[in-house]
C-alpha cells in the first residue's frame, strides 16, 4: 500500500501526510499564515494550490504554490495592495477600502497590463515565465514558473568572491537585452537591485521584483522606497521612471559585482 502524500506548504514538495515538519524545507505546518495573506493551502480558481508568502511589494504579494492538476510547482502573485485593500481573516475575497474604489480598478488594470507585457517575452529566459492570469477573489492573479534562485546579495555573502568584468557583462548581457526589449514597449522595471536580481540554479540571472508604474511615481499609497546606491535621482524625487532608470541600476549593478561595493 503507497504512503500518503501532501504538498509541503513551503516548497511544494511531496511529503508524508503525517509530517509536520518539512524535511526537505524545514517549513512548519503548524505555522499559521496571518491574516491579510491568503491561508496556506488555499486553492485559487480550482487549480492553483497557495503556501507560503515569498514576498511582498506595495502592489502585491507572491505565494509558492503548485497547480494540482499537473504538480508544477509555480509562484503565484496576487494584486493586493495593503494600503487600499484588505481581507477579513480567515476569508479569501479583496475588500477595497472605503473611498478607494477607483484608485483599486485602475491599479489592478495596470497589473493586468504588466503581466500580460511580460507574457509576450516568453523567449528572454531571464524573465518570469507567465503560465496564466487568472481573475478570482476580487483581485487578479499571475501564475508563474518556479524558478529555484537566490538574491545576487546572497549570491555574494555565499562566495565572498567579485566576478571579473568579462564574467559580470557575460553574465549581465542577457538581462541587458531583456531591459531594452521590455523598456521598448512600455514596461519599465524600475526596482533593480542585488535583492531583485537573482542568481539560479543554473548560474544564469533572473529578473524578480516587477510592479505597476504607480510604485515609482508620486501616489502615495504605493510608494515604494528606493535601492540606495542602485536607484537614479528621479526614483527619490518621485517623478516617475523612464528607460534611464534602468540603463543607471544595470550599470551600477554591474559596477557591485565586479566591486562587491
Known amino acids: 500500500m503507497s504512503e500518503k502524500l501532501k504538498y509541503c ?27 491579510p495573506y491568503l491561508k496556506a493551502g488555499s486553492i485559487i480558481a480550482r487549480k492553483y494550490l497557495i503556501g507560503r508568502v515569498i514576498s511582498t511589494s506595495a502592489d502585491a504579494v507572491t505565494y509558492i504554490g503548485a497547480n494540482i492538476e499537473t504538480g ?15 481581507r477579513a481573516e480567515g476569508r479569501s475575497e479583496v475588500s477595497v477600502r472605503l473611498g478607494y474604489d477607483s484608485m483599486y480598478s485602475g491599479c ?3 497589473f493586468l497590463r504588466l503581466w500580460r507585457g511580460l507574457d509576450v517575452f516568453k523567449d528572454a529566459k531571464c524573465l518570469p515565465n507567465v503560465l496564466d492570469i487568472v481573475d478570482f477573489n476580487g483581485t487578479v492573479y499571475s501564475v508563474c514558473e518556479f524558478k529555484d534562485c537566490i538574491p545576487l546579495r546572497q549570491y555574494f555573502k555565499n562566495c565572498g568572491t567579485a566576478l571579473n568584468w568579462s564574467r559580470a557583462f557575460s553574465a549581465f548581457k542577457p538581462v541587458m537585452y531583456a531591459l531594452k526589449k521590455l523598456n521598448y514597449s512600455g514596461i519599465i522595471h524600475a526596482n533593480l537591485n542585488p535583492d531583485t536580481v537573482l542568481v539560479g540554479t543554473d548560474g544564469k540571472l533572473h529578473l ?11 501616489v502615495p499609497e504605493f510608494a515604494t522606497e528606493p535601492a540606495d546606491g ?32
Open 9 to 35: 506548504m513551503g516548497c511544494m514538495e511531496s511529503i508524508p501526510y503525517d509530517t509536520v515538519i518539512c524535511p526537505k524545507c524545514g517549513y512548519n505546518e503548524e505555522f499559521s499564515q496571518p491574516a
Open 72 to 86: 508544477q510547482t509555480v509562484t503565484v502573485n496576487e494584486f493586493f495592495p495593503e494600503k487600499i485593500a484588505t
Open 108 to 110: 489592478l488594470q495596470s
Open 208 to 218: 524578480s521584483g516587477f510592479c505597476i508604474p504607480q510604485c515609482y511615481s508620486s
Open 230 to 261: 542602485f536607484a537614479p535621482v528621479e526614483l527619490y524625487e518621485s517623478t516617475g521612471a523612464n528607460a534611464s532608470t534602468d540603463i543607471y541600476s544595470v550599470t551600477a549593478l554591474l559596477y557591485y559585482c565586479i566591486t562587491m561595493q
